[in-house]
C-alpha cells in the first residue's frame, strides 16, 4: 500500500529538548516536503526536499532543521523547541514538483510545553 | 505572490442540503487547481483537480470547475451526507511561480463543514 508514515503520531515535550519527527515514503517520491497546520493559518510549509541531498526552505522554515540522506526518508528535527511550535505537521511526497497530488501524511501532534 | 481565498465557515448544514464553498485565487501563472479533504485525525487527501481553465473536477459526488475569468474553484455537491464532515482545502500549483509555498502548493486556510443528520 502505497503510504507515508509519519512518526511519533502525538508528543508532549519540554521547551529546549530537542526532538526528531521522522517520515518515510514507500513510493519512491523524489518530493517531499513539511507542513505545519494551525487555526486559521491553513497549511504552510516549513522545508521540501526536491531529491536526495537537495532541500530548501518553505515559508516558515525558523527553528526547523531537515536532511534527505535517503529517498524514502526526510525528518524533521527541532534543535530547541519553543512553545510556538506548537502544532500538527503533515509530510507529504509526490513524484516531483511539478507532479501533484502531494501524498500526505497521517500527521504527528507536538505540543510544547 | 500566490494566494487562495476560501471561506473559513465553520459551514453548517443538514444531510440531502446542496453545498458549496467559494473558492478564489490569485496567481502570476498558468496554475492547477486543487481541492483537498481532512477527515478527522487524518491527513489531507486529493478530492479532485482541474488543470487548465474550464475543466471541471469531480468525485464522490464533489464537483468544482476550473474559471479562469472570475478566477474562481468553487466546491460544489448536490445532496451532503454525514460521512462528508470534514476540513476542506483550496489549493493552487502554479509551476512558473518560484517564491514562497516554495514547491508551488498554496493552500487557502480550510473551511470546516459540519453535516447535521
Known amino acids: 500500500e502505497a503510504q507515508v508514515t509519519q512518526n511519533p503520531r502525538y508528543l508532549i515535550t519540554v521547551t529546549g529538548k530537542k526532538l526528531t519527527v521522522t517520515c518515510s515514503q514507500n513510493m519512491n517520491h523524489e518530493y517531499m516536503s513539511w507542513y505545519r497546520q494551525d487555526p486559521g493559518l491553513g497549511l504552510r510549509q516549513i522545508y521540501y526536499?526536491?531529491?536526495?541531498?537537495?532541500?530548501d526552505k518553505g515559508d516558515v522554515p525558523e527553528g526547523y532543521k531537515v536532511s534527505r540522506k535517503e529517498k524514502r526518508n526526510f525528518p524533521l528535527i527541532l534543535e530547541s523547541p519553543s512553545p510556538n511550535q506548537t502544532s500538527l505537521y503533515f509530510c507529504?511526497?509526490?513524484?516531483?514538483?511539478?507532479?501533484?497530488?502531494?501524498?500526505f501524511g497521517d500527521g504527528t501532534r507536538l505540543s510544547i510545553l | 505572490g500566490d494566494s487562495v481565498t476560501q471561506m473559513e465557515g465553520p459551514v453548517t448544514l443538514s444531510e440531502e442540503a446542496f453545498l458549496t464553498i467559494n473558492c478564489t485565487y490569485t496567481?502570476?501563472?498558468?496554475?492547477?487547481l486543487f481541492w483537498y479533504v481532512q477527515y478527522p485525525g487524518e491527513g489531507l487527501q486529493l478530492l479532485l483537480k482541474a488543470t487548465k481553465a474550464d475543466d471541471k473536477g469531480s468525485n464522490k459526488g464533489f464537483e468544482a470547475t476550473y474559471r479562469k475569468e472570475t478566477t474562481s474553484f468553487h466546491l460544489e455537491k448536490g445532496s451532503v451526507q454525514v460521512s462528508d464532515s470534514a476540513v476542506y482545502f483550496c489549493?493552487?500549483?502554479?509551476?512558473?511561480?518560484?517564491?514562497?509555498?516554495?514547491?508551488?502548493?498554496?493552500f487557502g486556510k480550510g473551511t470546516h463543514l459540519i453535516i447535521q443528520p
Open positions: 489549493a493552487l500549483s502554479d509551476k512558473w511561480y518560484s517564491g514562497g509555498g516554495a514547491d508551488g502548493l498554496t
Open positions: 496567481a502570476t501563472g498558468y496554475p492547477s
Open positions: 526536499s526536491m531529491n536526495v541531498e537537495v532541500t
Open positions: 507529504a511526497s509526490s513524484l516531483g514538483r511539478d507532479n501533484q497530488p502531494q501524498h
